[in-house]
């Protein structure tokens, strides 16, 4: 007697536990048909920390790892590596943008005033002051990493695996 109580415990548990995890995660990207899943081209797979759209939404940037950090750039729609920027402290996207002319400028740490400039076309990188960047030097809020983000026109979703930090997933709007 005692062994089929347990026995239906057990059932009772896989039954419930189960089906919440599976539903959970299909509900979270109810609307949306998974693509694939990026490849930052490093031989090393390390965590994915946030993501963010360029103004016109060509390119996707990723951030990855810590101290040092790896900003990998990804064409839109091709969703292939096109430039990968070693950056020796930990930075976040708070406060990060990209300008015009396809330089991406991030703070060079949380308490630095100081930028790193990235050009995604000279596949450069430099440390400039605040003061030469193009939005100066202006007091950022803090804010949420992006761990899920949607293009403006929400035809794409990109989310970091919670399963797996170091994948990151692409999907399409069904």
């Known amino acids: 007697m005692k062994y089929k109580n347990t026995l239906l415990m057990i059932c009772i548990s896989a039954i419930y536990l189960v089906p919440n995890q599976v539903f959970a995660q299909a509900e979270e990207n109810k609307g949306y048909k998974y693509v694939l899943s990026l490849d930052n081209g490093m031989r090393r797979k390390m965590y994915v920390n946030e993501f963010m759209f360029d103004n016109d939404e060509k390119y996707l940037i990723a951030n990855y790892g810590n101290k040092p950090t ?86 794409y979703m990109i989310d970091i695996n919670k399963r797996n930090a170091r994948e990151a997933r692409v999907y399409i709007k069904r």
């Open 70 to 155: 790896y900003i990998v750039v990804f064409k839109v729609g091709e969703w292939k590596p096109i430039v990968t920027f070693r950056l020796s402290n930990w930075v976040e996207f708070t406060g990060a943008y990209v300008d015009d002319s396809e330089n991406i400028f991030i703070k060079a740490s949380r308490f630095s005033s100081d930028y790193y400039k990235l050009n995604i076309k000279n596949k450069t990188q430099m440390e400039v002051p605040c003061e030469t960047t193009p939005r100066g030097c202006k007091v950022i809020e803090p804010q949420q990493t992006e761990k899920t983000i949607y293009s403006k026109d929400y035809k």
